[in-house]
């Protein structure tokens, strides 16, 4: 079955294979980081339009729609909030 992508890091029980639960956690943690990196992108360009992510979230999505363009930002850029 090999070591994975990352080598043995995920082979938590040492037996040099990977079982469905270790590939599984593999997989979930890169799932997080490739995730991890594109949210940090939208919130540093939400930063820089002076919006928070938890305050936008909170928001319905006529208000979140008028205070992205009042950013000067698409609000079709910005879907995820549901």
Excluded: C, I, Y
């Amino acid at each position: 079955m090999g070591k994975g992508l990352f080598g043995g890091m995920f082979d938590f029980n040492h037996d040099g294979k990977m079982n469905a639960f270790e590939r599984a956690a593999e997989f979930q943690f890169f799932n997080d980081v490739v995730m991890a990196d594109e949210d940090s992108t939208t919130d540093d360009v939400l930063a820089e339009a002076g919006l928070d992510r938890d305050e936008l979230s909170w928001m319905d999505e006529d208000e979140r729609r008028e205070a992205l363009e009042e950013a000067g930002l698409d609000p079709m850029d910005f879907d995820d909030f549901d």
